[in-house]
């Protein structure tokens, strides 16, 4: 239990970590790249600013032939692209790496020379008018290539990526650690909890055994008092269900903690269920029910066959309990590869729904009107889980109220 909730809790903090670092990586990414755009923004604003006074006015528009005819003659090389547009929004002049040739603002996408989505361009464009007096004379637009904006983000990116299975690896080991110091008290609690719970049965037991001794000797004292035999015999129903409540107790107990050390031995399924189905058969015999057990396979199983036995006693006892006269138990076995599968079905009671995520814990029963006339304690189920997860099993339950039950248990089985 101990090394199951430390791994559990380490891999539920790796997962959180995960989620925070890349959703918090997400948003210092949009940010960062907000922050990239807004400088890129003033950068062309700046730009569209110096240049709007070169701008000469024709017949034909604005034009920028002179300020392109002078960086000419300078061998000033332009990393913008710089474009002017008539009133119209046509584009008149282009001066320049190749641009977005409509007016627009924001990012713009302009297809590569090899007519491929892989080599477009993507640009950052902005424009302002140009106004002669009052009048509007046409348009300045300005673009520059994010290629390095890209590459920036797309480096970020990489490395969070390429960080984060050595980040996820450094916070499981710290994670692991963590747990287990988180752990340790609580394993400490849970198993002081547990050696109650043992000594407090086996407390029980000692008085049960001195009352069944009494009431024997009482019985001889009484044989010929009707009254006497009334008394002695409530006494000694009451001390054997006290007995059944200390064992189950000691069982469950055992089967939670890790340190009981069970023996594990190669168990043949009908050395465990030939016992405990002519047990049960007096048992529905006794109430008037019809137990059905199909043949037994010849499979074999490693595990504890006190724990086993118990696991089947429990199941089809509990069946045939809360089963009305005339029901129908039926006890069946299917092997599917690896796995023995036992189906214990019954026409009983069933289980409403709100109830089954409990019908294994400590002292739950459906009906407690029911438990308390049938003797039940509410424990039989809360052991047989106990029992599986010993054995690395799996169980399921379906129900339906009015209509019956049925447990399948599934179990190794050695080939």
Not at 110 to 128: A, K
Not at 140 to 146: D, G, R
């Amino acid at each position: 239990m101990k090394h199951d909730l430390r791994r559990r809790l380490t891999i539920e903090f790796v997962l959180l970590f995960v989620l925070l670092y890349f959703l918090g990586g997400a948003v210092a990414i949009f940010m960062f790249a907000a922050q990239l755009d807004r400088s890129i923004d003033n950068e062309l604003q700046g730009l569209a600013a110096e240049v709007l006074p070169s701008v000469d006015i024709t017949a034909r528009g604005p034009s920028l032939n002179r300020w392109g005819m002078r960086a000419q003659s300078r061998h000033e090389e332009v990393p913008f692209s710089i474009q002017v547009f008539d009133a119209q929004r046509h584009l008149l002049e282009e001066f320049g790496p190749i641009g977005h040739r409509q007016l627009s603002s924001g990012f713009v996408r302009v297809d590569g020379p090899n007519q491929s989505s892989l080599d477009d361009i993507n640009l950052r464009s902005f424009f302002i008018e140009i106004q002669d007096d009052t009048k509007l004379s046409g348009y300045l637009q300005v673009q520059v290539s994010v290629r390095q904006r890209d590459d920036a983000l797309k480096q970020i990116v990489l490395t969070m990526v390429s960080l984060s299975p050595f980040l996820a690896l450094a916070v499981a080991v710290c994670g692991s650690w963590f747990a287990g110091n988180a752990v340790k008290p609580v394993e400490e609690t849970m198993e002081l909890l547990r050696q109650f719970v043992a000594d407090a049965a086996h407390e029980i037991n000692t008085p049960i055994s001195v009352i069944e001794a009494s009431v024997q000797t009482l019985e001889a004292t009484f044989e010929d008092s009707q009254l006497g035999s009334n008394v002695l015999a409530i006494i000694n129903r009451a001390s054997g269900r006290m007995k059944s409540l200390g064992q189950s107790l000691v069982v469950l107990s055992r089967m939670e903690s890790p340190d009981y050390p069970a023996p594990i031995d190669h168990i043949r399924l009908e050395s465990i269920a030939l016992p405990v189905l002519a047990e049960c058969e007096q048992l529905a015999r006794a109430r008037r029910i019809e137990l059905c057990c199909e043949p037994l396979p010849d499979v074999t199983l490693l595990g504890n066959s006190e724990s086993l036995e118990r696991l089947l006693l429990n199941l089809v006892a509990n069946a045939i309990r809360y089963t009305d006269e005339n029901g129908v138990v039926h006890v069946k076995y299917q092997v599917d590869g690896d796995w023995l599968r036992i189906s214990v079905e019954d026409t009983g009671i069933g289980i409403p729904e709100e109830s089954m995520p409990h019908i294994f814990q400590r002292f739950y029963r459906v009906d407690k009107s029911r438990s308390r006339d049938i003797g039940g304690f509410g424990l039989g189920l809360a052991i047989v889980k106990a029992i599986i997860d010993r054995h690395k099993g799996e169980i399921q339950v379906e129900s339906e109220v009015g209509k019956g039950s049925r447990f399948t248990v599934s179990l190794k089985r050695l080939p």
